[in-house]
Structures are given as structure tokens and as C-alpha cells.
């Protein structure tokens, strides 16, 4: 299959799904997604810091290699180090706030 015809039918398919969404009732609608935003907001939650941390760790292990490898280079790969994982953590930050808002924008169904 053409990649052309795969993004036409995805476009259609997201097209149908959202024209059915949006014709839902609030009723029904806050049903469906308030129970359900606790659990996606753990699942959420858990990815975002289990993976965050996976990438913590291999950066901390590449920066020990080369400090080991090069220690004239430790200063410049310490300040790459410490610029590196507060970007990751940001990531980690940006995943809670988007759960949060998941969380409290359809609380529990109410």
C-alpha cells in the first residue's frame, strides 16, 4: 500500500472517529472518560518518569564513560551532563502538568 493512500485513510478514519465524539452528550461523555482519566493518568505518569529515568541514567553513564576516557574534558562534560538531565526532567515535569489537567479537568466522573 502507497504511503499516500495510508495517510488518506488515516485522515478519514480520525475524521469519522471525531465527528462521533463530538456528537456524544456531555452525560455520556463524562461517563465514559471519568473513570477511566485516573487510570490513563497512572499509565501516563508511569511511562513518562520510567523512561525519563532510563534516559537519566544513560546519560549520566555516557558522561562517566567520557570523563573516564578524557579527564581533562570532565568540566565541559559535567556542565553537558547537568544541562542534559534537567531537560529530561522538564520532560518528566511537562508529563505530570498534561496529567494533571487530565486528571482534574474529568474528575472521576463528576
Given at each position: 500500500m502507497s504511503k499516500s493512500l495510508k495517510v488518506i485513510l488515516n485522515t478519514l478514519a480520525m475524521v469519522l472517529?471525531?465527528?462521533a465524539a463530538l456528537a456524544a452528550d456531555e452525560a455520556a461523555a463524562t461517563l465514559v472518560v471519568g473513570p477511566y482519566a485516573a487510570w490513563a493518568t497512572a499509565?501516563?505518569?508511569?511511562?513518562?518518569?520510567?523512561?525519563c529515568g532510563i534516559g537519566q541514567g544513560v546519560g549520566l553513564k555516557a558522561a562517566c564513560?567520557?570523563?573516564a576516557r578524557n579527564p581533562e574534558a570532565g568540566g565541559k562534560i559535567t556542565v553537558t551532563l547537568i544541562?542534559?538531565?534537567a531537560f529530561?526532567?522538564?520532560l518528566a515535569i511537562y508529563a505530570l502538568v498534561v496529567n494533571l489537567i487530565l486528571l482534574f479537568?474529568?474528575?472521576?466522573?463528576a
Amino acid at each position: 500500500m502507497s504511503k499516500s493512500l495510508k495517510v488518506i485513510l488515516n485522515t478519514l478514519a480520525m475524521v469519522l472517529v471525531a465527528t462521533a465524539a463530538l456528537a456524544a452528550d456531555e452525560a455520556a461523555a463524562t461517563l465514559v472518560v471519568g473513570p477511566y482519566a485516573a487510570w490513563a493518568t497512572a499509565l501516563g505518569m508511569g511511562v513518562a518518569a520510567g523512561l525519563c529515568g532510563i534516559g537519566q541514567g544513560v546519560g549520566l553513564k555516557a558522561a562517566c564513560d567520557g570523563t573516564a576516557r578524557n579527564p581533562e574534558a570532565g568540566g565541559k562534560i559535567t556542565v553537558t551532563l547537568i544541562l542534559g538531565l534537567a531537560f529530561i526532567e522538564s520532560l518528566a515535569i511537562y508529563a505530570l502538568v498534561v496529567n494533571l489537567i487530565l486528571l482534574f479537568v474529568k474528575p472521576l466522573g463528576a
